[in-house]
Structures are given as structure tokens and as C-alpha cells.
């Protein structure tokens, strides 16, 4: 297959940190590419070289003179004064009739949220929220026929369904993809090649999430192994020396240099959130309860009618709906920031409520890093050691010389993680989250999930990440848009098996009757395409492993051609190769017949 995009030793720096420092890689024709890595560790700024938006400082970016890109970064502008109609459709040339009688497009609008927005075109860009605008720039990238897709965390604001219909989308659409995403499952589904940015490098894996998480484990084995093996030399270094007299040390000053480097030579640690179970205060019987609950949206929709919740201590639980569908509202009521219609909220009196909002609006952009953890206290027990601010900082991933800086030159990945430590400064005995994977890294949402694992308060999430509702949620309730919470035994399997019930029930306009069929026929095969695609993907990988160890043995069969006993064992070990070899490539046949 041939290139589209390539780079030759590319470096780029912002300040005096390098970002990318001589990375030599390229994209194929088809290529699925996932992008992770720490936040500020330049994922964004490789999307944007690699799409010819930011110049490298040094290096070579290539690409294919006739190759059609689209490109959707958490930095794109929409133009002020523009449509969504102008937005989506005006690169196209098309008239309104013309988008509107074409199924794609218009499966496009519906699976990405926009539904409103197609009785809607009209609409002003800048009265959308920046939820929509996201889904807008998305829908503008996705209606065209590319060979290049580029996306910075397309899965910010979309709501579980979302996840799943851009998955299937950009599998079926073939092209090639490089997206930077922090979803663990949308990751493993769609990409076929996983790029780690790390320390100004990037590091190439085959598969998805999955298969990163086995080979980066491999990796930290073996640097675990040889960094043993440099600890032990150095400890008989040291210890020859002291053996000696003092005045000894002087003499042999290689064994001295020796010494020296092999301690200096010591890598830095990785910059990681290291998240331990905060020490929380006691929980009586009663937590937080809505009794007789009615709610409303502050445009007067009502969400719930007559409503009793009541959280048990330790309960924890995750809260699922389409956008718009009052999940936010839900959690405001719980934390008392949204008045009920009717009703009453209860509040038990040894509750101490942490709040993860999505707005990043309440840190004190005045204040520097460290100044804005001890806003919230000075010190604080973890497990069984007391830590000050500065410690605690340093262990969810500010070093001492990033604690000083400005929180209004954060990275959006840092705010963050600046919110989660102020929240657990204060050591709450309740969390309400409210889409906590919004711009972490991967490293950094491992890390919430070990803590919030073993957590023993209680806990209340809204999420789209369906890896981290189904890990750390005992239960799941659903917003259906029937006035009701509704609990789901089989939590988020059953809530996208319910969804897709309402959607064939509801009612479709005569228009579009065809567009429909087509749409819920291609989503009855999604699934099973999708499944048959991975499968293909992992034959392909085992083929070709197989294929290596072929060459090896008949290397090996070679050059033992004087010992018969060595041929016979070397043959049967190629023979039953060969025949798993066979099976696999049947196998391949088979289901690349059914993909066509």
C-alpha cells in the first residue's frame, strides 16, 4: 500500500521542550492509527504537522500530491456568522435538496447528534454550544470522501451511542484515520496501529488498546530486567569501594568513573498520576436522596416526575442518555446546585460532596498550581502517611517545577488534573463525576480507575467511556426521556439494546422511509462486520508470525544438515507450523469472501 503522509525526522518544540524530537513515521492507504500518550506530550502537535497546520522546527513532511484530508483538532474555529447548513455542506457545493435526498449524509446527521440540526441549518454557529460546534466541525469532516481522516478526541461530547455509530462509521468508510482519543474501547474497536508519544519519540504498536497495553507492559519488563542488571553492577561497584582504605579511592579512578555512571546513567521516571484510596470520612444510613423528585431543565423540559432515589453508602453508580437527555441536570440535583420542581432532596449529615464538573470555569485562574491546592488545604492523609500539598501535587503529575506555573497556562489534559486534586485535597466521602475522561490521558484515567476501584465512598458517574462506566459501576441507570431513572441489570449492553428499540418503533417521515431502512440495515451488520474485521486483523497478524517463524526454522534446518537428529525434531516442529499456518490463511479466505 502506499504512503499518504510521511515524515522524516521531524522535530518541533514549544520553549525549551521538545515535543517531537527527529520522528521518522508515515500513514498508509487504509491505516487505523490511535494516538496516546501523557497530556502535553504532543499528540495534538503531531496531528497538526502531520496536517500541515503547525510547520515542524526541523525535518521533512511529505505527502501524496492528489491525497484528500480533512482534518477536526480540539483547536479548529468555526467561522463566526456561519450556518450549521454553511459549516457542513458549504465546502461541498451542495443545495439543501440535493444533501437531503442523500442517505449518507443524512445517516451522518442523524448518528452523530445533529438531528435537530437538520430541521435546524439555519441556526447560528455561534449560538451552539461548544458541545455542538464539536459535533458540527466532526459532521463538516465526516460527509466528505477522503483518503485522510484526522481527529483530536472526536469522542468529547458524544454520548454513549455516539461512540459506537463513529466506530462503525469510520471502519466501514475505509480511509485512513489517525485519531487521538483518550476511549479505551472505541480505541481497541477502530484502530489498527496504536502511535504512543512519549519522551519526544513516538512508539509504534500493532492493534489497538489491547495489544498496547501487552506490548508497553513487555517493554517496561524488560527495561524493569535490565535496569536490575545496572542496580547490581553498581552496588559491586560501590561496595569494591568501600572495601578499600580511604586513601585506595583515589588510585583506581575508572572503577570510581564507573561507579559514577552507572548512577547518573539511572533513566528519569515516567511523569504518571499516581492516585492512592483517600482516607474518607464516615457515611451514616442516609447519603443523598431525591424524595418525590420533580426536575426540570432551566428552559422548563421536564426530565423526571415523582422520582425517589436514594443513595446507599458505598453505592456506586453510573447514569447513561443521550445528550440533552438531563444527565448533567440529574447530577446538579444531587449536589443541591439545581432546584426541584417538587419534591425534596435529604442529605445526610456526615456527607462531604466532591463535584466534578465539566466546565473547567472553577479554578482560580489567578493562582499558580500549588497555590490552588492549598486553597483547599495544606495537608492530607493518604492511606497512612500524611502528605503536604507540594507532595500531593507532585504525585498526581505536577513536578516541583510545574507547580508553580500559571493555572491560565495549563493544557485543557492539566485543568484537569488540576480539578481532580483539588477535589480529593478535600477528601470527600461522596463523588458526583461528570464525564471525568474528558482530555486525560490514558496513563491518567488507569490510574482514576485503580483508585476509584477501591474507593469506599460512594459514587455517581456520568460517562460516555463505556471501558470506565462498566469497571467501576456496580450498577447503571438509564435517561430515556420518559420522566423516569430507569435501573439497568445489564448495564450498558441492555441500554443500547433498549435504544435501538425505541429508534425502530419511533414513527419515520414518508421522505425519509428508504433512508431509514438503509441505515438500520447497515446497523443490523455493523456489529457483525465490525467482529469479522478485528478477527481479519488478528489472522493477519498470526500469518505473518507464522511466516517468521518459517524462515527461522528453515534457516536452523540448514544449517543442521550433518545432525539427523536435530533435522528430524527441527521438520516436525515446520511441519506443525505449516499446518497452522494453512488453517489461518483458510480462515482469512473465508472471511475476506464475506467482507468482499
Not at 497530556?39 to 513532511?61: F, M, S
Not at 564507573?258 to 533513566?267: H, N, R, T
Not at 423516569?484 to 435504544?499: D, F, M, N, S, V
Amino acid at each position: 500500500m502506499a504512503n499518504l503522509v510521511n515524515l522524516e525526522q521531524v522535530s518541533k518544540s514549544f520553549g525549551v521542550k521538545p515535543l517531537l524530537d527527529g520522528v521518522s513515521l508515515g500513514v498508509e492507504e487504509g491505516e487505523r492509527i490511535g494516538v496516546v500518550g501523557l497530556n502535553g506530550g504532543g499528540k495534538t502537535t503531531l496531528l497538526e504537522v502531520l496536517a500541515g497546520l503547525t510547520p515542524p522546527d526541523a525535518g521533512r513532511v511529505s505527502r501524496r500530491g492528489d491525497v484528500r484530508l480533512a482534518v477536526v483538532t480540539q483547536r479548529g474555529e468555526l467561522p463566526g456568522g456561519a450556518s450549521i447548513g454553511d459549516v457542513v455542506f458549504g465546502p461541498l457545493g451542495l443545495a439543501e435538496h440535493e444533501w437531503a435526498s442523500d442517505a449518507r449524509i443524512r445517516g451522518i446527521l442523524e448518528g452523530i447528534g445533529l438531528r435537530e440540526a437538520q430541521r435546524h441549518l439555519d441556526t447560528p454557529i455561534d449560538e451552539l454550544s461548544g458541545g455542538e460546534r464539536r459535533r458540527v466541525a466532526l459532521a463538516a469532516a465526516l460527509v466528505q470522501d477522503l483518503d485522510l481522516l484526522i481527529l483530536d478526541e472526536p469522542t468529547n461530547h458524544l454520548d454513549v451511542e455516539g461512540v459506537v455509530w463513529l466506530a462503525e462509521h469510520l471502519i466501514a468508510r475505509r480511509c485512513a484515520l489517525v485519531v487521538v482519543t483518550h476511549d479505551r474501547w472505541f480505541l481497541d474497536t477502530v484502530a489498527t496501529r496504536t502511535w504512543e508519544v512519549v519522551g519526544g519519540s513516538v512508539e509504534s504498536y500493532e492493534g489497538g488498546y489491547n495489544d498496547w497495553v501487552y506490548a508497553r507492559a513487555e517493554r517496561a519488563r524488560i527495561a524493569d530486567a535490565q535496569e536490575e542488571r545496572r542496580r547490581n553492577l553498581a552496588r559491586k561497584e560501590l561496595a569494591w569501594l568501600r572495601r578499600g582504605p580511604p586513601a585506595r579511592t583515589s588510585k583506581p579512578k575508572y572503577r570510581i568513573e564507573a561507579a559514577e555512571s552507572l548512577i547518573a546513567d539511572v533513566p528519569p521516571p515516567r511523569d504518571s498520576v499516581t492516585l492512592s484510596a483517600f482516607a474518607t470520612r464516615r457515611l451514616g444510613k442516609v447519603v443523598i436522596e431525591l424524595e418525590d423528585a420533580t426536575l426540570a431543565t432551566p428552559d422548563g423540559r421536564t426530565l423526571l416526575t415523582g422520582m425517589t432515589w436514594r443513595l446507599a453508602p458505598g453505592e456506586r453508580a453510573g447514569i447513561v442518555g443521550v445528550n440533552g437527555s438531563g444527565k448533567t441536570t440529574l447530577l446538579r440535583a444531587l449536589a443541591g446546585a439545581a432546584e426541584l420542581v417538587s419534591g425534596r432532596r435529604i442529605v445526610g449529615q456526615t456527607v462531604r460532596v466532591g463535584w466534578l464538573r465539566q466546565e473547567l470555569d472553577d479554578l482560580p485562574e489567578q493562582m499558580r498550581v500549588l497555590e490552588a491546592v492549598e486553597d483547599v488545604g495544606r495537608r492530607v492523609v493518604l492511606g497512612d502517611k500524611e502528605l503536604s500539598a507540594s507532595q500531593l501535587a507532585e504525585r498526581l503529575g505536577f513536578p516541583a517545577a510545574r507547580q508553580w506555573t500559571p493555572i491560565a497556562d495549563l493544557s485543557g489534559g492539566e485543568r484537569r488534573r488540576l480539578q481532580l486534586t483539588r477535589i480529593l485535597m478535600a477528601e470527600p466521602n461522596v463523588l458526583l463525576l461528570d464525564e471525568p475522561t474528558n482530555d486525560l490521558d490514558i496513563d491518567t484515567l488507569q490510574q482514576l480507575e485503580d483508585l476509584l476501584d477501591g474507593w469506599p465512598g460512594t459514587l455517581v458517574v456520568i460517562s460516555h467511556d463505556r471501558y470506565l462506566t462498566e469497571r467501576i459501576c456496580d450498577s447503571v441507570y438509564a435517561l430515556f426521556g420518559d420522566g423516569r431513572l430507569t435501573h439497568l441489570p445489564r448495564g450498558i449492553e441492555e441500554y443500547l439494546q433498549r435504544r435501538a428499540t425505541i429508534a425502530e418503533s419511533a414513527p419515520v417521515p414518508a421522505d425519509a422511509s428508504q433512508a431509514a431502512r438503509e441505515t438500520g440495515s447497515r446497523q443490523k451488520g455493523g456489529a457483525a462486520e465490525r467482529a469479522a474485521q478485528k478477527e481479519l486483523a488478528r489472522l493477519e497478524r498470526a500469518i505473518a508470525k507464522l511466516e517468521e517463524r518459517q524462515a527461522v526454522l528453515h534457516e536452523r534446518l540448514a544449517a543442521a544438515a550433518t545432525d539427523p537428529e536435530k533435522l528430524q525434531r527441527l521438520g516436525g516442529e515446520l511441519k506443525d507450523v505449516d499446518a497452522e499456518h494453512a488453517e489461518l490463511e483458510e480462515r482469512w479466505l473465508e472471511l475476506a469472501d464475506e467482507l468482499g
